[in-house]
């Protein structure tokens, strides 16, 4: 019996697993495109913290390990290019935001060789050239995001989370890698490169954080050990180095080198974290596609045999998972079958809503980030604020209040939309 000859509701059911299925398949090459994302941000995280070396230097030498590691750079931006030729940018619209912020990296990629150009011959500024660079990564970071949020698995949604937080994290250690590099390499942080230390390590412990209740646990032991570690212990000695340091208190510009290397050892174990996210997510993304798929079969195989024993007059009644039910009922063939189909449509509707509510779960902290950066972006317009300011005014309110980050963000979006309907309102006399 071909699926077509099922009575239409049965039809329908066996729609929606290879709806399902067709959605994890969809997701898998998601998750192959995070992984490549992941190898490429690495690459630019590098390059971007050795582009300040040499710009706050200007030493000819360090051009070759800058120019080795553009290299590598551009081999890894080969790959996530090959894999987005393979994209189909038709499909639904809940991946509109993605396809959008894949765009914006195409654009942003192209326009790299260009910056590359400006730092060698050294017409950027250190400042400018991190942010042209944090620019891209940045966005390469919103794929993953949207990725993770237009993911349908509960349990890869989680994966996705997890490995989003834990990239953030790395992305604001690079960060901090890049501006102490610009300082040392100086002589001295002035005022707002020790703000922006201070706020690049509160990040990064928000991030992890949220890291640590998503991950998995070979990934949080992973995690754990480095922080214990000899690396971590001179991160932190060279932090202090680098808050005693001001326009009256120097130190050699050499420490810009040292400290460009004790953090790389540290970033580059980090990756190492990251990659088992990686595994960990194509693993599970295999593993979800292969057992959607057993199910669809052992679905229509079950739901054939109810057809064709209802159609033999054979009174055997079949459970979800195929085995006989205790004790025919003593009505009617057809109702049997009838009653067959509304159970599996019950069953199939119950294990629906409990994904649903996982999935729910799963987007929690997603949603959470999300409210943060528009509060954020009013913020920025109502106050002509940078990002950095807009964030820390958020910080500094929850911190005062007692209250979570994603609290105070929501009272900020609920009194800046009051205000704006209040402002639309015509007035009455």
């Known amino acids: 019996m071909t699926d077509e000859s099922m009575p239409a509701a049965l039809r329908f059911m066996l729609a929606a697993r290879r709806c399902e299925l067709q959605s994890l398949e969809s997701l898998a090459f998601t998750c192959e495109l995070v992984t490549l994302i992941s190898g490429l941000v690495h690459a630019l995280q590098k390059e971007r913290g050795y582009s300040n070396m040499y710009l706050g230097s200007l030493e000819e030498r360090l051009l070759t390990t800058l120019d080795d590691l553009s290299g590598a750079a551009e081999r890894s931006e080969k790959q996530v290019r090959a894999c987005l030729e393979r994209l189909d940018p038709g499909g639904s619209t809940d991946k509109a935001r993605l396809l959008n912020r894949i765009a914006f990296v195409l654009y942003s990629l192209d326009d790299l060789p260009r910056l590359r150009r400006r730092v060698r011959e050294q017409r950027v500024s250190s400042g400018n050239a991190m942010t042209n660079f944090t620019r891209l990564i940045g966005g390469l970071l919103a794929v993953v995001f949207e990725a993770a949020d237009t993911a349908l698995d509960p349990e890869l949604t989680r994966a996705l989370v997890a490995m989003f937080n834990f990239m953030q994290g790395k992305e604001l250690a690079g960060q901090e890698r890049a501006t102490g590099v610009a ?73 810009g080198e040292l400290w460009f290397e004790v953090c790389t050892r540290r970033i580059d174990a980090m990756k190492q974290v990251e990659n088992l996210l990686a595994r960990d997510l194509l693993q599970r993304c295999r593993q979800s596609i292969a057992q959607a798929g057993a199910d669809l079969e052992n679905h229509r195989t079950l739901l054939k045999r109810l057809v064709g024993n209802a159609a033999n007059s054979q009174p055997v009644l079949f459970n979800v998972q195929g085995t006989a039910l205790d004790g025919a009922p003593q009505d009617g063939i057809g109702s049997q079958l009838n009653r067959s189909i509304l159970d599996l449509v019950h069953q199939q509707t119950q294990r629906l809503q409990a994904l649903g509510d996982e999935l729910k779960e799963a987007r929690s902290t997603l949603g959470e980030r999300k409210r943060i950066e528009q509060a954020k972006r009013l913020l920025m317009e109502r106050y002509q604020l940078g990002e950095q300011a807009a964030h820390e005014q958020l910080l500094r309110t929850a911190m005062d209040s007692g209250k979570r980050l994603a609290e105070v963000a929501d009272q900020v979006l609920a009194h800046m939309h009051k205000d704006t309907a209040g402002a639309a309102e015509p007035s009455r006399k």
């Open 183 to 255: 300082g040392f390499s100086a002589g001295y942080l002035d005022e707002a490169q020790h703000e922006q230390m201070r706020h690049l390590l509160e990040g990064q412990q928000r991030c992890f954080e949220i890291f640590r209740e998503y991950a998995n646990a070979s990934a949080l032991a992973l995690w754990e050990e480095l922080l214990v570690g000899d690396m971590e212990a001179q991160v932190r000695s060279l932090r202090g180095v680098a808050q005693r340091t001001s326009k009256s208190t120097t130190v050699e510009t050499g420490l």
